[in-house]
């Protein structure tokens, strides 16, 4: 049953989903047939041994399992498949909850190389391998991949709502500067390497984020008393212990 409205009930107008794979196992004998399912609403494994069975459905590429509150036999948000056990009796039909799935929502993030540390993605600027990207609901993660070699992170399946999607880089790596919309979102007042984000995530959608990478810079000096007021820093004058210095960038922060 496919959840097209996205609304957790099932409508007289919402028919079958075609391409699940549904795999039952029979847990003593080890016996195992398959079917995937078309456009129709139903399916049906004939022909069965009595005894326990495991019942498994392999989602799909763009469906995520129906709502919490669905009248469905699978409703885990975050996983592309979901398994239970069935005991099936001599000589006996087994009636079975409907399998509810529903378009699903995602997260990707594309990490980059920002060298001119503007938080854009400029020509020539390159994907950024090996950041990790997890998405945390309720302070549990649940869902997380790493950047690979085109940058991209993809969390295929996450739940709609409040959302935190937390991007982690490498030790010595920190997030670039604000990009707007556009680029980087994953910034912060300092440089860090571990920024979270919270979204409000929608049913059915695909949200797509930059991360702009860079390397850390770092600012030194000394502070001394100029005794003759020559600008030069000659033997005998020593340092001004007790002064504050402070770096602010070019929003006065």
């Known amino acids: 049953w496919l959840d097209s409205n996205m609304d957790g009930v099932m409508d007289a107008d919402e028919g079958g989903s075609e391409g699940i794979l549904l795999t039952l196992t029979h847990i003593g004998m080890g016996l195992e047939r398959t079917l995937t399912t078309g456009p129709e609403a139903t399916y049906r494994f004939d022909f069965l041994q009595a005894g326990e069975y495991s019942l498994k459905a ?3 590429d763009g469906l995520m399992f129906a709502l919490p509150e ?3 036999l699978f409703t885990a948000g975050y ?3 979901q398994e239970l056990l069935v005991d099936i009796a001599e000589e006996g039909t087994k009636e079975m909850e409907p ?6 929502s995602g997260i990707t993030v594309t990490a980059f190389l920002d060298s001119n540390v503007n938080g854009l993605q400029d020509e020539g600027e390159h994907a950024f391998a090996g950041a990790l990207v997890e998405a945390l609901a309720d302070g549990q993660v649940v869902a997380s991949a790493e950047t690979d070699s085109n ?6 399946r996450v739940r709609a709502g409040l959302v935190t999607a937390r991007a982690s880089l490498p030790d010595g790596q920190v997030f670039s500067v604000e990009g707007g919309e ?3 979102v994953f910034w912060s007042e300092s440089a ?10 929608k ?3 695909a949200l797509s984020l930059k991360a702009g990478v860079t390397l850390p810079a770092s600012i030194s000096g000394s502070l001394f008393e100029d005794k003759d007021l020559s600008g030069v820093r000659e033997s005998g004058e020593g340092p001004l212990p007790g002064f504050t210095v402070q770096a602010i960038d070019s929003k006065g922060r």
């Open 58 to 60: 392999q989602l799909p």
């Open 70 to 72: 669905s009248p469905s």
């Open 79 to 81: 996983q592309d498949s």
């Open 99 to 104: 399998i509810g799935v529903m378009p699903a």
């Open 151 to 156: 940058g991209q992170a993809v969390l295929p």
């Open 182 to 184: 556009e680029g980087n």
């Open 192 to 201: 860090v390497s571990q920024v979270d984000l919270e979204l409000g995530l």
């Open 203 to 205: 049913n059915g959608q």
